[in-house]
């Protein structure tokens, strides 16, 4: 038996890949599959199933597109019903692989049709379990997912403590936990860094598994603190239910060359989005007028995701040279499948054809200091919730402006006033600039190096608060 974790850090998610006597599983497959189709036929081996653990929201799983390339059966639990052929698995359910098996637990709470799947090795011990988004490490899944039922989020977590009770929790402590997911998903509050861990640990630390803990206990804490999900969620759950265009046929469509004067009447005739991936220094020195900056160096997928509104915008890109074809494709792993094309030549080409370019205003936390204090001063900080009540800057003209919420804040400023713009450490607030800047708000400057770096210059900062203590 083989069992490898093929994990994707820009959306903390984690596909598996299993194997035994030259028959494969693949659980909770990126929308991109060759790369399993590749690997299957280095090692000899053929794909037999495709196991998903649920309706994914925050991805688009590549399930459709690898059972039409291999003809694998795609597997889902109890309840789920999709617009193409699967196999919907009873509870207890047991597939043959080689000469391991794998057990269907239905285990509803982060959807109703979430399950997990228990290998069990040639000797029929169990051996490790994929729990998709019902079991974390240091935490479990968000029960405010499913789609288009009449349960409360307070039902599903009421349904999560007995899956984990009554399926997982009885199983032995050396089984290994592959989870869907680790920290930086949106899919829970406070995910472990670590990726593969082992059930005994799990039932002695994650406050969720607490053996005294009552049913009510429960629900209040997985519940409390827990922010809105992301927009595009609810739609990328959908795509996952309803199938969706090809990965190939996306890709050779974003895949397109332009011209500085093809790229420019494109991005009138279509209306689109002109998206930004370099640096954010890069972007910061230079970018085309009315841009959006969301760097590929950054948690990328997900801040398309919450920031961008409609899947179906069409996009035109700027990439670093060699970047386009990654662009095209981390997009589509969170449902953004029209991209038209990119700008051939980078800025240094429409530079060269004649055209405006536009820059952010940015300096370093020591000039910022020396200017703190003065009357017309603003500041907005465009960190998390949890980060800015954890600590932030002294000040009444400081400003909490979180990122993820600026299209609904934008009537809480004014144009006419000067406004200093800081993340944790610079990425964040430069997408916040961008965005701004697209919408008419010029008087912006950029602070390099984010909160990090003021605190570290001495600037007026509140008492640390633990963000658990919250």
Sequence with gaps: ??????????????????????????????????????KAEKENGTIKYIFETHFHADFVSGHVDLAKKT???????????????????????????GKITITVLHTPGHTLE?????????????????????????DVGRPDLAIKNNLTKEDLA?????????KIMTLPDDVIVYPAHGAGSACGKN???????????????????????????FVKEVLEGMPPPPQYFEKNAMMNKMGYTDFDTVLKHGDNPLSPEEFEALA????????????????VKAHIPNSIFIGLNGSFAPWVGALITDLKQPILLITPEGKEKEAVTRLSRVGYDNTLGYLKGGLEAWKAA?????????????TFKERFNED????????????????HLKGDHVQHFALDYINDQMNTIDKDENYYIHCAGGYRSVIAASILKARGFDNLTNIEGGFGAMKNSGLPVTDYVCPTTL
Aim: hydrophobic share 30%; net charge negative.
């Design 1 to 38: 038996m083989n069992i490898e974790q093929l994990y994707t850090g820009c959306l903390a998610q984690g596909a598996y890949y299993i194997e035994s006597d030259g028959e494969i599983a693949i659980v909770d497959p990126l929308r991109e599959t060759q790369q399993y189709i590749d």
């Design 71 to 97: 003809g694998a059966t795609i597997v889902y639990g109890p309840g789920a019903k999709t617009d193409y052929d699967i196999h919907e698995a009873k509870d207890g359910e047991v597939f043959k692989l």
């Design 114 to 138: 979430s399950s997990t799947y228990l290998v069990k090795d040639e000797q029929g011990k169990p051996h490790a379990i994929f729990s998709g988004d019902t079991l974390f490490l240091g």
């Design 158 to 166: 009421g349904m999560l403590f007995d899956s984990l009770r009554e």
């Design 191 to 217: 995910l472990s860094k670590e990726t593969i861990g082992v059930l005994g640990d799990q039932k002695k630390n994650n406050y969720a598994l607490r053996e005294d803990m009552s049913k009510e206990e």
């Design 268 to 283: 009138n005739q279509e209306g689109a989005l002109v998206l930004d991936v370099r640096t954010e220094s890069d972007f």
């Design 354 to 366: 004649g055209k405006d370019v536009e820059h952010v205003d940015s300096i370093d936390a020591k």
């Design 376 to 391: 017309d001063l603003h500041v907005l900080d465009v960190r998390k919730d949890g980060e800015y009540d954890s600590e």
